[in-house]
């Protein structure tokens, strides 16, 4: 059974890869040649931290605490932060491919102290988000009196259910993975049905609208066929190699028509 440290590793190694892929996606759409350090330079300058903090309220399940989180912050995301990166003010159908790619994680107070709690008065959530590079430019002027000395940008009472959300630029693709890993601190611990409610999500949701993550689902069943492939070859290789080792009065039953069987009255 894997640790939670363990688990914690693998998911940041995920989440991480994602962006990565949404990097080298965009990328595709606009050049015909692609190469790692364009991806990295893209995810370097299109993605920032975000902090997402809500109203305080009276002690709450943790549950229902994450199922809160999702929905302010997909509501903050639909109808605040998307329309402002776009030239016209305005998310629909047609320009949500420009939508920038976040992940949340869930947490709640004191975890950085590897504390734990079913029940919650501050939910707040982690992660990051990869703006598109046509928006970044407008993302930091329609949020410029929110920046602060430090450069980061903190923007107060966003929506009703919101009390602060914060960005903060994350300059390398270690940065996010350092962040990321932060940011799954709590959520990697919520393993049983009590607790586990959505604890992390990718936004925006999948739709014809948005079409990365049918692109990506595409890319993984193609890798998974062609790792399938290899693996097939790979296991003939082998077998041609058992069968160089099998003396040839014992390995002429194991031929194209053979049976499998060994001859009757073998000599060993």
């Known amino acids: 059974m894997k640790s939670t440290k363990q688990h914690q590793k693998e998911l940041t190694k995920w989440v991480v890869q994602i962006f990565c892929k949404k990097a080298e996606y965009e990328l595709n759409l606009k050049y015909r040649i692609n190469n790692n350090k364009m991806t990295t330079d893209y995810v370097s300058d299109s993605t920032y931290s975000v902090t997402v903090i809500l109203k305080n309220s009276a002690l709450t399940d943790i549950r229902f605490g994450q199922e809160k989180l999702q929905r302010e912050f997909n509501h903050y995301l639909i109808r605040h932060l998307g329309p402002k990166l776009m030239d ?30 079913v029940q919650t008065e501050s939910p707040h959530g982690h992660g990051a988000v990869m703006f598109h590079e046509a928006t970044v430019y407008n993302f930091t002027q329609a949020n410029k009196q929110f920046l602060q000395e430090d450069g980061s940008y903190k923007i107060n009472n966003p929506t009703p259910g919101i009390a602060q959300i914060e960005f903060r630029r994350l300059p390398s693709v270690a940065d996010l993975a350092r962040f990321i890993d932060y940011s799954l601190k709590f959520a990697v611990k919520l393993k049983s049905n009590q607790t586990n409610g959505q604890p992390y999500n990718f936004y925006p949701a999948s739709s014809a609208s948005y079409p990365f993550w049918k692109h990506l689902s595409m890319v993984d069943d193609a890798a998974g066929h062609v790792k399938a492939v290899v693996q097939k070859a790979e296991n003939g290789i082998e077998r041609l190699r058992v069968l160089e080792n099998i003396p040839h009065r014992i390995r002429r039953g194991i031929g194209r028509n053979g049976s499998g069987k060994t001859p009757r009255h073998p000599t060993i």
Do not use: Q, W
């Open 88 to 117: 016209r003010d305005k998310l629909d159908a047609r320009n949500l491919k420009y939508a920038p790619l976040c992940f949340l994680s869930f947490d709640i107070e004191g975890t950085r102290y590897n504390s734990f709690d």
